[in-house]
Antibody, heavy 119, light 107 residues
Framework: QVTLKESGPALVKPTQTLTLTCSFSGFSLTTDGMCLSWIRQPPGKALEWLARIDWAGDKYYSTSLGTRLTISRDTSKNQVVLTMTNLDPVDTATYFC???????????WGQGILVTVSS | DIQMTQSPSSLSASVGGRVTLTCRASQTISKSLNWYQQKPGKAPKLLIYGASNLATGVPSRFTGSGSGTHFTLTITSLQPEDFATYYCQQSFVFPPSFGQGTKLEIK
């Protein structure tokens, strides 16, 4: 059974750095073709893909947010970490991690974590 | 980036009825189109991948079709649990992108 769960702070101040952790089980991120992505959703708005790390450790970022994002993995702990710098209130959103299948669809999702950016 | 446009943004339908949701891509994406269902406060759930393939455990009343730039999701015999927001997502080119969603409400 595949499970994913996001953890991190619920409240962050503007200009601070956000660090989110996705802990997963039921699959190996080192299996050929396996990827894990971060996706966010501002309240009442659509989904926005942020970043991906794949089975080889290659990293991919949103074209609009790329310079603010860093994704990394700890394969021994089955965890993927996303950091986002210079937070702004517009970054207030629910952040999801999701397993991304080879063909590019997200077949398993975490429950999401709501992060509010406010002073 | 490829822009995904969904229509309508919302619609009302009755239990037992049938609806068709549309998703258009700003450039051709072959059949690399996926559909998700999201209920309030929950994570999205994969319904359809590769334009027309039903994800595991998804009822057969959900049907996806299309290729190129025009795609549809049809739901027949609507059940109370089907009222939710539906998102399309292209996986043809990097970066993956989502539509803005269609909210399906009970009439």
């Amino acid at each position: 059974q595949v499970t994913l769960k996001e953890s991190g702070p619920a409240l962050v101040k503007p200009t601070q750095t956000l660090t989110l952790t996705c802990s997963f089980s039921g699959f190996s991120l080192t299996t050929d073709g396996m990827c894990l992505s971060w996706i966010r959703q501002p309240p009442g708005k659509a989904l926005e893909w942020l970043a991906r790390i794949d089975w080889a450790g290659d990293k991919y970022y949103s074209t609009s947010l790329g310079t603010r994002l860093t994704i990394s993995r700890d394969t021994s702990k089955n965890q993927v970490v996303l950091t986002m710098t210079n937070l702004d209130p517009v970054d207030t959103a629910t952040y999801f991690c999701a397993r991304e299948e080879t063909r590019g669809y997200f077949d398993s999702w975490g429950q999401g974590i709501l992060v509010t950016v406010s002073s | 980036d490829i822009q995904m446009t969904q229509s309508p943004s919302s619609l009302s339908a009755s239990v037992g009825g049938r609806v068709t949701l549309t998703c258009r891509a700003s450039q051709t994406i072959s059949k690399s189109l996926n559909w998700y269902q999201q209920k309030p406060g929950k994570a999205p759930k994969l319904l359809i991948y590769g334009a027309s393939n039903l994800a595991t455990g998804v009822p057969s009343r959900f049907t996806g079709s299309g290729s190129g730039t025009h795609f549809t999701l049809t739901i027949t015999s609507l059940q109370p649990e089907d009222f939710a927001t539906y998102y399309c997502q292209q996986s043809f080119v990097f970066p993956p992108s989502f539509g803005q969603g269609t909210k399906l409400e009970i009439k």
